[in-house]
C-alpha cells in the first residue's frame, strides 16, 4: 500500500515539514512519495523551495495561480498512491510516527475511506482571532469521531477512487466552504469516514484584519453556493446560512442590516481587530455580510 503524500503550496516555506516527512519515511521504511504544487508563489519563493525540492519527489510549478480546490485536484494526475494524505503547506509534524499512526488506521479497517487526523495550534499564534476560531470551532476533542462535520482539509488521507469519485468543486476558486461541500458529498453518498487524533500542528500568523477580509472571501463563496439549487443540500446545514434565509424570508433582513450598520458595526469591528477578539462577534459579522448579498 503506497502513500502519496499531497501539500499543495502558496508562499511558504515547507522545507521543514517535507524533512520531516522524508525522515519518517526512511526511518519507518514506509511505501510513501512526498508531492508538491506550488500554486504560482511570488518569485522571492523560489529559491527558498529550491532545498525543500531535494527531499520531494516532485515539486511542481504552475505559472498560473489555480486556486484551492483545483489544485488539490490536480494531485491525481501527479500521484501514484493507493491513498492521497493532502496536508496545507503551513503545518509541522507533531509525531514521528504520524504516517505510521494513518497506516495503522487503515489495516485496522479497509472499508473506510475517508481519516481526518485533527491540527493543533501554535502557540505563538493563539490568541488571533484566526486561531481562536479554530480553537472554539474547528477542532474536535476526544481520540475519535465518525461526525464529518469535524472535516476540514488542513491533515485528511483518502482511497485514491475515492477521491477520484468525490474531488474537489472547481467553481469554488477561492478560500471558504470548499472542505465543506467536499465532505458533504461524501457524507451523503454515504463514504465510510473516521476521524482520529493524528494531528499536525497548524502555524497561521493570519493577522485579525487579514481574516476578517478571508472571512468575507468565504461568505462570498457561499453566497454563490446558494445560487444553484443543486447545492441546497450541501449548505442548508450550515447555520449562518439556515439563519440568514429565515431572516430574509421573514421579511426582516433589510431592517436588520440597517441597525448592524448603525448600532453594531463599529462595535463589533472594533473588538475583532482587537487583542482580544470574541467568536460570537465573528458570527454577527458573518450573518450581516451574508445579509446584504441576500437582499
Do not use: W
Amino acid at each position: 500500500m503506497k502513500i502519496s503524500v499531497c501539500i499543495p503550496v502558496y508562499n511558504f516555506d515547507v522545507k521543514n515539514l517535507v524533512i520531516a516527512l522524508r525522515a519518517e519515511i526512511q526511518i519507518n521504511q514506509i511505501d510513501a512519495e512526498i508531492i508538491l504544487i506550488d500554486d504560482a508563489s511570488d518569485d522571492s519563493f523560489s529559491e527558498i523551495y529550491k532545498e525543500a525540492s531535494t527531499y520531494a519527489n516532485q515539486f511542481i510549478f504552475l505559472e498560473k495561480n489555480i486556486g484551492r480546490s483545483k489544485i488539490r485536484n490536480l494531485f491525481l494526475k501527479h500521484t501514484e498512491g493507493d491513498y492521497l494524505l493532502f496536508l496545507d503547506c503551513d503545518v509541522k509534524i507533531d509525531d514521528t510516527d504520524f504516517l505510521k499512526n494513518y497506516l495503522q488506521e487503515i489495516k485496522q479497517d479497509r472499508e473506510v475511506k475517508v481519516i481526518y487526523g485533527n491540527f493543533k495550534i501554535d502557540h505563538s499564534y493563539s490568541k488571533t482571532l484566526r486561531n481562536r476560531y479554530s480553537v472554539e470551532r474547528e477542532i474536535f476533542s476526544g481520540d475519535r469521531t465518525l461526525d464529518f462535520s469535524v472535516f476540514k482539509t488542513v491533515n485528511f488521507i483518502i482511497q485514491r477512487e475515492t477521491f477520484r469519485k468525490f474531488s474537489f468543486d472547481e467553481t469554488l476558486a477561492h478560500y471558504g466552504y470548499e472542505d465543506y461541500v467536499f465532505a458533504k458529498k461524501m457524507e451523503l453518498a454515504h463514504v465510510k469516514f473516521s476521524a482520529i487524533n493524528n494531528p499536525v500542528i497548524h502555524i497561521d500568523d493570519t493577522s485579525n484584519e487579514t481574516f476578517l477580509v478571508k472571512t468575507e472571501t468565504a461568505i462570498s463563496s457561499l453566497f454563490q453556493l446558494s445560487q444553484d439549487v443543486e447545492n441546497e443540500k450541501y449548505i442548508k446545514d450550515i447555520k449562518v446560512f439556515r439563519v440568514a434565509r429565515n431572516i430574509r424570508n421573514a421579511g426582516f433582513g433589510k431592517t436588520l442590516i440597517f441597525l448592524y450598520e448603525k448600532l453594531l458595526k463599529k462595535m463589533i469591528l472594533k473588538n475583532l481587530l482587537s487583542e482580544n477578539p470574541k467568536i460570537k462577534y465573528l458570527d454577527i459579522y458573518k450573518l450581516a455580510l451574508l445579509l446584504k448579498k441576500m437582499k
